[in-house]
């Protein structure tokens, strides 16, 4: 079961609507879900809110943005983890990926960093990649080059509208992940939405005989 979710990102207003804070927007929008509080806490390296009563957890649920900047996200969650005893398989990190389209996301538990500062940051620093992570597409810019000034850019309105969509459909797997129902959880975020059904055709129309 989850009991730390952290969203990454890099603190501050310039930052505050690029790709690379698609983290971040996760966890706003489910502190304010929760009806919680984002506060700065010293002793953990960011924003911090304790919730007592989320819907599926059995104690206590933490959400934090750290305010390290990306490259080291882990001295902010690894601070955090420690102190409560989290083990890394209790912790969500919500991520911007460049592998998937925006409007696509992906759940699962470990594996690599796939070139991403946050998540490589946070391996090293809880001595584990054995955490769960929530991959939000933003789309990749074409060149390994243009990466870096990509997801520190605003995407266009369609692309970030897309991000938010995802977003909100994945917070109807937080009470699942809250309770340990990881299978049930992964099942609802790759959940492929219906298929529309073909119209009936229309009966014929009697016509009058001549």
Request: proline share 10%; net charge positive.
């Amino acid at each position: 079961m989850i009991k730390l979710m952290v969203g990454l990102g890099n603190p501050g207003a310039e930052y505050e609507d690029t790709r690379h804070n698609a983290g971040f927007w996760w966890i706003d929008g489910l502190a304010r879900g929760l009806k919680a509080s984002l506060q700065p806490d010293k002793a953990y390296h960011g924003l911090v809110a304790r919730v007592n009563n989320a819907p599926g957890a059995s104690g206590p649920v933490w959400l934090l943005e750290p305010m390290t900047y990306m490259n080291l996200s882990g001295k902010s969650v690894a601070a955090l983890a420690r102190f409560f005893k989290i083990a890394p398989e209790e912790i969500l990190a919500i991520h911007d990926e460049l592998d998937l389209p925006p409007g696509e996301m992906k759940f699962k538990k470990g594996g690599g960093d796939g070139g991403h500062n946050g998540l490589r940051d946070m391996r090293a620093q809880l001595g584990s990649g054995d955490f769960w992570r929530l991959r939000l597409g933003i789309g990749h810019p074409g060149h390994k080059a243009e990466v870096a000034n990509y997801v520190l850019r605003k995407p266009p309105l369609a692309e970030r509208q897309a991000v938010e969509d995802c977003i909100e459909k994945s917070y109807a797997a937080v009470e699942l992940m809250l309770s340990g129902q990881m299978d049930k959880a992964l099942a609802k975020i790759h959940a492929k939405p219906p298929r529309p059904k073909p119209p009936k055709p229309e009966p014929p129309v009697d016509t009058p005989a001549s």
